[in-house]
């Protein structure tokens, strides 16, 4: 499933219009039956429904709506919430066809009278404004939008909740709050970022018979349990711990060995055949006793952190993951060439070796394999010099820009989290919940990242796969033994058994 800007989707409608020779009344008839069909498993006959509708193509799409409920035998009040002069074109076309079916359209007329209206619904349809506004509303469309927000009625939003920008960048805006939005053809780019996502409410996607198969397909899309089932790794009868991957893990300091541990023990859990954990001298007694699966490789130290990376034998891996729990000495910095020049196969780096990375990215290039960054926006922000709310405002073009710029993987992690090749190729993964905003979730992450990637034939689905089985096992956990307010990132560990027999068993 793509991802697109209003862009892009204006592009898809005018190719099955001037191309194929739909018509645009036709497809908003195709868009208001669609939605019709979809919004069948939320709404009843027995409910009182009001359609608000506005002008431009969402309008339109909203007098199908109308007409198509109410020839279903749904109890339906019409209302346009614009002057007349705001309904052309193809809206105006559909708006003829709901009058001359003999149904009564209501007419906003003043706000008061308007609100008494809407608090006698038990649902109400947002067909107001579609993928084109950007900033805030003007009257009256605003003041709408507020009484809306008000009333404890059940909201569903038409391709878009009315005000939301489409795209990313977007500042200031007023938006509707919908409990459900029913979006047309493809996710559009607020439907994953943390300022929009949440006007949304719950989403699905409808079809409408776009000729998508003759535009330019985008390098966005939406990762499902579909392709992850296709691409996941499969472990063959013959194979041996070597066919698994050989990986090591550095990090953890006498101050911080839990990072680590986690990351080992989250990599033993998701198949790598064999493991290192390269850290503090002092930290490994604190260790082994909670990973015996795992051999040790004890490192300088000074105080407890790790100080120098010359003692890694870096020979017998064919990965490595580093970062975790490592501290941010500036002495270490320097340490990162001893990465670059002497590791072998994909490197992962996450948490404080994101600090150190910073002043090496000219080395990532250069780097004859994969390097694959998991920063969260905060650490993102830092790579970039730029704010978290910048970050946030525009993650799509900030990662893709980066990763092609420098090289590398960047996995984005978030809510919605943004994997980006150095092609700049993206995919969105969009399982787990606020369970997962624990201090540990990221390190166990890193671990399963790693062991994926050392089994996959592509970096890209191990990244994303890699990221479905974490937020998949803090879905499942939080439905079967835990609570978002109780899931620790040990117990996502010991969870990934279930999750990976799942996927084992789908393959």
Same mark, same amino acid.
């Given at each position: 499933?793509?991802?697109?800007?209003?862009?892009?989707?204006?592009?898809?409608?005018?190719?099955?219009?001037?191309?194929?020779?739909?018509?645009?009344?036709?497809?908003?008839?195709?868009?208001?039956?669609?939605?019709?069909?979809?919004?069948?498993?939320?709404?009843?006959?027995?409910?009182?429904?009001?359609?608000?509708?506005?002008?431009?193509?969402?309008?339109?799409?909203?007098?199908?709506?109308?007409?198509?409920?109410?020839?279903?035998?749904?109890?339906?009040?019409?209302?346009?919430?614009?002057?007349?002069?705001?309904?052309?074109?193809?809206?105006?076309?559909?708006?003829?066809?709901?009058?001359?079916?003999?149904?009564?359209?209501?007419?906003?007329?003043?706000?008061?009278?308007?609100?008494?209206?809407?608090?006698?619904?038990?649902?109400?349809?947002?067909?107001?404004?579609?993928?084109?506004?950007?900033?805030?509303?003007?009257?009256?469309?605003?003041?709408?939008?507020?009484?809306?927000?008000?009333?404890?009625?059940?909201?569903?939003?038409?391709?878009?909740?009315?005000?939301?920008?489409?795209?990313?960048?977007?500042?200031?805006?007023?938006?509707?709050?919908?409990?459900?939005?029913?979006?047309?053809?493809?996710?559009?780019?607020?439907?994953?970022?943390?300022?929009?996502?949440?006007?949304?409410?719950?989403?699905?996607?409808?079809?409408?018979?776009?000729?998508?198969?003759?535009?330019?397909?985008?390098?966005?899309?939406?990762?499902?349990?579909?392709?992850?089932?296709?691409?996941?790794?499969?472990?063959?009868?013959?194979?041996?711990?070597?066919?698994?991957?050989?990986?090591?893990?550095?990090?953890?300091?006498?101050?911080?060995?839990?990072?680590?541990?986690?990351?080992?023990?989250?990599?033993?859990?998701?198949?790598?055949?064999?493991?290192?954990?390269?850290?503090?001298?002092?930290?490994?007694?604190?260790?082994?006793?909670?990973?015996?699966?795992?051999?040790?490789?004890?490192?300088?130290?000074?105080?407890?952190?790790?100080?120098?990376?010359?003692?890694?034998?870096?020979?017998?891996?064919?990965?490595?993951?580093?970062?975790?729990?490592?501290?941010?000495?500036?002495?270490?910095?320097?340490?990162?060439?001893?990465?670059?020049?002497?590791?072998?196969?994909?490197?992962?780096?996450?948490?404080?070796?994101?600090?150190?990375?910073?002043?090496?990215?000219?080395?990532?290039?250069?780097?004859?394999?994969?390097?694959?960054?998991?920063?969260?926006?905060?650490?993102?922000?830092?790579?970039?010099?730029?704010?978290?709310?910048?970050?946030?405002?525009?993650?799509?073009?900030?990662?893709?820009?980066?990763?092609?710029?420098?090289?590398?993987?960047?996995?984005?992690?978030?809510?919605?989290?943004?994997?980006?090749?150095?092609?700049?190729?993206?995919?969105?993964?969009?399982?787990?919940?606020?369970?997962?905003?624990?201090?540990?979730?990221?390190? &166990?992450?890193?671990?399963?990242?790693?062991? @994926? $990637?050392?089994?996959?034939? %592509?970096? /890209? +689905?191990? =990244? #994303?796969?890699?990221?479905? &089985?974490?937020?998949?096992?803090?879905?499942? @956990? $939080?439905?079967?033994?835990? %609570?978002? /307010? +109780?899931? =620790? #990132?040990?117990?996502?560990?010991?969870?990934?058994?279930?999750?990976?027999?799942?996927?084992?068993?789908?393959?």
């Amino acid at each position: 499933m793509e991802i697109v800007t209003a862009q892009e989707m204006y592009e898809r409608d005018q190719v099955a219009i001037q191309t194929v020779g739909v018509s645009g009344v036709m497809l908003m008839e195709n868009a208001g039956r669609a939605i019709c069909d979809d919004m069948a498993k939320k709404i009843t006959n027995d409910q009182r429904i009001a359609v608000l509708i506005g002008g431009g193509n969402n309008g339109g799409d909203g007098f199908v709506i109308a007409r198509t409920l109410r020839t279903r035998g749904f109890q339906v009040e019409a209302w346009q919430v614009v002057s007349n002069e705001k309904i052309t074109g193809d809206a105006y076309s559909h708006k003829q066809l709901y009058v001359n079916s003999g149904f009564h359209l209501h007419h906003m007329e003043d706000l008061s009278s308007f609100q008494q209206a809407l608090q006698q619904a038990d649902v109400i349809i947002d067909a107001m404004l579609g993928i084109g506004v950007r900033g805030p509303l003007r009257s009256p469309l605003d003041q709408v939008v507020s009484i809306l927000n008000e009333l404890p009625v059940y909201t569903i939003s038409v391709d878009i909740p009315s005000g939301i920008p489409a795209d990313e960048g977007a500042g200031e805006f007023d938006g509707v709050q919908a409990d459900y939005t029913c979006i047309i053809e493809a996710p559009k780019m607020s439907a994953f970022l943390q300022s929009t996502s949440p006007y949304y409410g719950e989403w699905n996607v409808v079809g409408i018979g776009l000729p998508n198969h003759l535009v330019d397909q985008v390098e966005r899309e939406v990762w499902n349990d579909r392709k992850a089932l296709e691409s996941f790794p499969v472990r063959a009868s013959h194979s041996h711990k070597g066919s698994h991957g050989k990986g090591v893990v550095i990090g953890g300091s006498y101050q911080m060995p839990g990072s680590i541990a986690m990351t080992a023990k989250a990599a033993l859990r998701s198949g790598i055949g064999l493991l290192a954990i390269a850290t503090s001298k002092s930290s490994i007694p604190m260790i082994a006793p909670y990973i015996q699966e795992a051999t040790f490789q004890s490192l300088q130290e000074e105080d407890g952190w790790i100080r120098n990376l010359k003692n890694v034998d870096w020979s017998a891996f064919d990965g490595v993951a580093v970062g975790m729990g490592i501290g941010r000495s500036a002495s270490l910095t320097a340490q990162m060439d001893e990465l670059f020049n002497y590791a072998n196969g994909p490197m992962i780096i996450d948490a404080d070796g994101i600090y150190h990375v910073k002043e090496k990215l000219g080395k990532c290039a250069e780097y004859p394999h994969p390097v694959i960054l998991t920063p969260h926006p905060g650490e993102f922000a830092y790579l970039m010099d730029r704010s978290i709310a910048e970050v946030m405002q525009s993650p799509f073009s900030l990662t893709c820009n980066f990763a092609k710029t420098n090289g590398v993987y960047v996995v984005l992690k978030g809510p919605s989290t943004i994997i980006t090749t150095p092609e700049g190729q993206q995919r969105v993964e969009t399982s787990g919940n606020e369970g997962l905003a624990k201090g540990g979730s990221g390190d &166990v992450l890193s671990g399963i990242l790693l062991a @994926l $990637t050392l089994q996959s034939s %592509s970096v /890209f +689905d191990a =990244l #994303a796969n890699g990221c479905m &089985v974490h937020g998949k096992t803090a879905e499942r @956990l $939080t439905k079967t033994t835990h %609570s978002t /307010f +109780d899931l =620790l #990132a040990t117990d996502l560990i010991d969870g990934l058994s279930e999750t990976f027999r799942t996927f084992s068993s789908s393959t």
